[in-house]
């Protein structure tokens, strides 16, 4: 999975750490507060979304009357205690992120989430001495499946998008990486279980923990066949 890699550039939420299942709570909470049930799909529609642009959803769609920075502050709010305590890494990352730093790969975040956020989830899980480069959506123009944020990582971390390894867990962030150029390798995630099937179609690769990289027992989905178990020597 690592040859000709040079820098190795993360997804946040449901890739690195374990925080998909929080943000369903938020929202419930979130309109609640002005009357407003939670839309069927919302969850869908925003997927790959900047911050600020999924502020933007909730004001011009779904008719929350706030501005942007006032939604914003709203869910950095509701969410930081939680960032901060709550949403532990994903099983074997910090292992891989170990292996990584001992082997000069470079590493870079590109998230869809709030700077806020990341940095609290980088100090609660002491995360933050592994990477090289960490930006947010809301550094480019377009966010996933636009390509824009990775290509942008890449470019900070000087090195070629062909020599990056994306890793992933929703078909939007997997569909940012490939339009960057880049292999991308999904990660299982409960909450997007039932997208399982999509994401290994788009994906290079396939683990449903990082210690799948280890024991070499991830999906190669290159060699089209998403049944079965391959190894890294197959």
Not at 57 to 81: N, T
Not at 124 to 149: H, Q, W, Y
Request: charged share 25%; aromatic share 10%; hydrophobic share 40%.
């Amino acid at each position: 999975m690592l040859q000709e890699i040079n820098a190795v550039i993360f997804d946040l939420d449901g890739t690195l750490i374990d925080s998909m299942w929080m943000w369903k709570e938020i929202d419930i909470e979130y309109l609640d507060r002005f009357g407003i049930p939670l839309p069927p799909g919302l969850q869908d529609d925003i997927e790959g979304m900047s911050f600020t642009e999924t502020a933007g959803y909730f004001k011009e769609v779904i008719g929350i009357p706030l501005s942007l920075e006032e939604i914003k502050a709203d869910w950095i709010r509701m969410a930081m205690g939680k960032y901060e305590s709550q949403v532990p890494p994903k099983d074997g990352a910090f292992r891989f992120l170990k292996y990584l730093k001992e082997h000069n790969i470079r590493t870079g975040i590109a998230t869809s989430n709030s700077m806020d956020l990341v940095d609290a989830a980088m100090k609660g899980n002491r995360m933050g001495e592994f990477f090289d480069v960490i930006l947010t959506g809301c550094s480019v123009a377009r966010g996933k499946p636009a390509p824009d944020i990775y290509l942008k990582v890449a470019d900070e971390l000087k090195v070629e998008t062909k020599s990056c390894l994306v890793f992933e867990d929703v078909p939007k962030g997997i569909l940012a990486g490939k339009n960057a150029g880049m292999r991308v390798c999904a990660v299982e995630d409960e909450f997007s279980a039932h997208l399982r099937t999509q994401k290994k179609q788009l994906a290079d690769y396939y683990i449903r923990t990082y210690d799948d990289i280890f024991d070499q027992t991830y999906e190669v989905l290159t060699h089209h066949n998403t049944n079965e178990v391959l190894t890294h020597d197959q």
